[in-house]
């Protein structure tokens, strides 16, 4: 957030039931002054003691990320003299409050229609929802809220009005900061919060920033952030629960067991939307960023898991025994002590949609771990695996005891340091089915492209290989030149910089792989299908940034010309930029 450059002076209100004090005792208006500045970015609240959102005890409004015990107007010396004050524009105060008196301004909460108010009508967010009734509206102003809170099965909606970069929730005990235990459904609603600083009890072991037990109630624009749980869960403890989260960043959480971010188990279908998992670490089971459990079904609908650590397996993501839905998902920059840097699958009938694993690392399976799956299909469609490295065998994926199924994908720049299996191990495998792959640029020592092992033939048909070293195949024959099987430079548009996920991997113009894809299936504009990740009828379904334009699959550079009037998008990563602004 940039430093603010004014303030606005808004009018105090003032409950018109007796005050608590900030000592906690019954007081008057003197112990009920509540300081408003609102800022570019929003609103920040400040009383006599205050902390403010970065932890430091405050006297003061604040100032925009300097930590002083004054009021600071634009950068004017805290030490000036108060009585003869002067603001940004070279005007006294009072002619600033005069003109604040003329325009009235309305507080945050004053634009919706709130049934309560915190802190007007009630000093502590728990007190309002004690005696909030189902269907009503809890609207909370900015600034540093300390206790734990429950929303007591309760189908209501708690809104921090200015959003969670001003308003936040600290814990002033052990356990989860919020919490949803008693039967909570969609039409209870949680946004708008910073939720912080929740760490483990006794009592307690999951979830420290937010736990939900048998309810499946709406979170939405949240930051969870810096919280710890004694077992699952850092972040989120998701138990038996169908809960819908939308716009939440969840970053820099911490478990003793699984799910550093975010953990779900025991059934349930929770949906992740628009959701950023950002630099969480599980000193556990798995999943640095998100472990979903057994007997649960997660969806997950652009979803960016990057950074994130396990001292486990699944870096950025695990699932055991789980069934898994992820579109439009980039899984990137994450890493597991074991196996599967980016994601590991375990007993888990999944499918994978438009999704990016690159950049990952760990011992084992640098990229994506696909494990005792057994018959259970799981299916990668228009995915990428790229710029991933192991340690051991597989530096981009691994395939152990499943069914598995990759169509339209590109596994293209990843290594092992180990034996087998720079690209695909197909360790003791059941089946694996490869049409319309690419696999290029991979190195390891044995099977750069792909290494077989104790594992049925992989069945391997309009696939192109390019580029992996000596002794690309290890432990199958070489399958190009039959089956429509190529051995080609696939001609990707830009290869070049050193951060895969930057890569673009559309085909050029000229590249061989176009229309020699799998006669089965197609282009999105009905011509015969192109090999690799904007191939196939989903070629032109990638929508990573959710500004509701599909990036182009069209072979070569964007055409500004014609593309926009399309729809295409021309940069996938930057929501701001689509057809209509900046394309």
């Given at each position: 957030m940039s430093e603010p450059t004014g303030a606005v002076d808004i009018p105090?209100?003032?409950?018109?039931?007796?005050?608590?004090?900030?000592?906690?005792?019954?007081?008057?208006?003197?112990?009920?002054?509540?300081?408003?500045?609102?800022?570019?970015?929003?609103?920040?609240?400040?009383?006599?003691?205050?902390?403010?959102?970065?932890?430091?005890?405050?006297?003061?409004?604040?100032?925009?990320?300097?930590?002083?015990?004054?009021?600071?107007?634009?950068?004017?010396?805290?030490?000036?003299?108060?009585?003869?004050?002067?603001?940004?524009?070279?005007?006294?105060?009072?002619?600033?409050?005069?003109?604040?008196?003329?325009?009235?301004?309305?507080?945050?909460?004053?634009?919706?229609a709130a049934d309560l108010v915190v802190p007007d009508d009630f000093l502590t967010i728990q007190e309002a929802i004690d005696a909030a009734v189902d269907g009503q509206l809890i609207c909370v102003e900015p600034g540093l809220y300390v206790g734990r809170i429950d929303f007591l099965g309760k189908r209501i909606h708690v809104v921090g009005f200015a959003g969670p970069d001003v308003t936040t929730i600290e814990p002033d005990g052990a356990g989860a900061v919020v919490r949803f235990?008693?039967?909570?459904?969609?039409?209870?609603?949680?946004e708008g919060f910073t939720v912080r600083g929740?760490?483990?009890?006794?009592?307690?072991?999951?979830?420290?920033?937010?736990?939900?037990?048998?309810?499946?109630?709406?979170?939405r624009n949240l930051t969870i952030r810096e919280n710890r749980s004694r077992n699952s869960g850092g972040g989120v403890a998701l138990g038996n629960s169908s809960a819908t989260l939308v716009g939440l960043e969840i970053s820099n959480n911490e478990s003793t067991g699984a799910g550093g971010g975010l953990s779900a188990g025991a059934g349930g279908s929770p949906t992740l939307t628009d959701v950023r998992v950002v630099g969480n670490e599980s000193f556990g089971d798995g999943g640095g960023g998100l472990y979903f459990d057994r007997d649960t079904s997660p969806t997950l609908i652009r979803v960016r898991v990057i950074g994130n650590e396990s001292f486990g397996d699944g870096g950025g993501m695990e699932a055991s025994a789980a069934v898994c839905r992820l579109t439009n998902v980039v899984i990137a920059g994450n890493r597991a002590r074991n196996e599967g840097g980016g994601i590991k699958l375990d007993e888990a009938a999944s499918y994978?949609?438009?999704?990016?694993?690159?950049?990952?690392?760990?011992?084992?399976?640098?990229?994506?771990?696909?494990t005792d799956s057994g018959w259970n299909e799981v299916r990668l469609t228009n995915v990428v695996i790229a710029g991933n490295h192991a340690e051991g065998a597989s530096g981009g994926m691994n395939v152990n005891n499943s069914e598995v199924v990759l169509e339209n994908v590109v596994i293209v720049?990843?290594?092992?340091?180990?034996?087998?299996?720079?690209?695909?191990?197909?360790?003791?495998?059941?089946?694996?089915?490869?049409?319309?792959?690419?696999?290029?640029?991979?190195?390891?020592?044995?099977?750069?492209?792909?290494?077989?092992?104790?594992?049925?033939?992989?069945?391997?048909?309009?696939?192109?290989?390019?580029?992996?070293?000596?002794?690309?195949f290890d432990g199958l024959a070489d399958p190009t030149g039959h089956d429509g099987n190529i051995s080609v430079d696939p001609l990707f548009l830009d290869l070049s910089g050193t951060d895969p996920l930057l890569w673009d991997l559309h085909l050029q113009v000229a590249s061989p792989l176009i229309h020699a894809g799998s006669a089965g299936l197609s282009d999105p504009d009905g011509a015969p299908s192109s090999i690799g990740a904007y191939g196939g009828l989903g070629g032109g379904a990638w929508d990573l940034d959710g500004d509701a334009a599909a990036e182009w699959w069209q072979a070569g550079a964007y055409d500004p010309g014609a593309y926009p009037a399309a729809g295409w998008d021309c940069d996938d990563r930057d929501p701001a930029v689509h057809p209509g602004s900046g394309c």
């Amino acid at each position: 957030m940039s430093e603010p450059t004014g303030a606005v002076d808004i009018p105090m209100r003032f409950s018109s039931r007796a005050p608590i004090g900030l000592d906690g005792r019954k007081g008057g208006p003197a112990d009920w002054i509540v300081l408003f500045a609102c800022f570019t970015g929003g609103c920040w609240m400040s009383h006599p003691g205050w902390i403010e959102p970065d932890g430091d005890a405050r006297d003061a409004v604040h100032d925009g990320g300097a930590d002083a015990d004054a009021d600071v107007d634009s950068g004017a010396d805290a030490d000036s003299d108060a009585d003869a004050e002067t603001d940004s524009d070279g005007d006294s105060d009072a002619a600033d409050d005069a003109a604040a008196e003329d325009v009235g301004p309305p507080l945050p909460c004053d634009s919706l229609a709130a049934d309560l108010v915190v802190p007007d009508d009630f000093l502590t967010i728990q007190e309002a929802i004690d005696a909030a009734v189902d269907g009503q509206l809890i609207c909370v102003e900015p600034g540093l809220y300390v206790g734990r809170i429950d929303f007591l099965g309760k189908r209501i909606h708690v809104v921090g009005f200015a959003g969670p970069d001003v308003t936040t929730i600290e814990p002033d005990g052990a356990g989860a900061v919020v919490r949803f235990v008693t039967g909570e459904t969609a039409e209870t609603i949680f946004e708008g919060f910073t939720v912080r600083g929740g760490h483990p009890s006794f009592l307690g072991l999951d979830g420290g920033g937010i736990l939900v037990g048998s309810a499946s109630p709406t979170l939405r624009n949240l930051t969870i952030r810096e919280n710890r749980s004694r077992n699952s869960g850092g972040g989120v403890a998701l138990g038996n629960s169908s809960a819908t989260l939308v716009g939440l960043e969840i970053s820099n959480n911490e478990s003793t067991g699984a799910g550093g971010g975010l953990s779900a188990g025991a059934g349930g279908s929770p949906t992740l939307t628009d959701v950023r998992v950002v630099g969480n670490e599980s000193f556990g089971d798995g999943g640095g960023g998100l472990y979903f459990d057994r007997d649960t079904s997660p969806t997950l609908i652009r979803v960016r898991v990057i950074g994130n650590e396990s001292f486990g397996d699944g870096g950025g993501m695990e699932a055991s025994a789980a069934v898994c839905r992820l579109t439009n998902v980039v899984i990137a920059g994450n890493r597991a002590r074991n196996e599967g840097g980016g994601i590991k699958l375990d007993e888990a009938a999944s499918y994978l949609d438009h999704v990016r694993i690159v950049d990952n690392q760990s011992n084992h399976a640098g990229g994506i771990a696909i494990t005792d799956s057994g018959w259970n299909e799981v299916r990668l469609t228009n995915v990428v695996i790229a710029g991933n490295h192991a340690e051991g065998a597989s530096g981009g994926m691994n395939v152990n005891n499943s069914e598995v199924v990759l169509e339209n994908v590109v596994i293209v720049g990843n290594a092992c340091s180990g034996r087998s299996g720079g690209g695909i191990r197909n360790h003791e495998n059941l089946a694996l089915t490869m049409t319309n792959v690419v696999v290029a640029g991979n190195r390891s020592d044995l099977g750069g492209a792909v290494a077989s092992e104790r594992s049925y033939d992989p069945v391997i048909s309009n696939c192109a290989f390019w580029d992996n070293g000596f002794g690309p195949f290890d432990g199958l024959a070489d399958p190009t030149g039959h089956d429509g099987n190529i051995s080609v430079d696939p001609l990707f548009l830009d290869l070049s910089g050193t951060d895969p996920l930057l890569w673009d991997l559309h085909l050029q113009v000229a590249s061989p792989l176009i229309h020699a894809g799998s006669a089965g299936l197609s282009d999105p504009d009905g011509a015969p299908s192109s090999i690799g990740a904007y191939g196939g009828l989903g070629g032109g379904a990638w929508d990573l940034d959710g500004d509701a334009a599909a990036e182009w699959w069209q072979a070569g550079a964007y055409d500004p010309g014609a593309y926009p009037a399309a729809g295409w998008d021309c940069d996938d990563r930057d929501p701001a930029v689509h057809p209509g602004s900046g394309c």
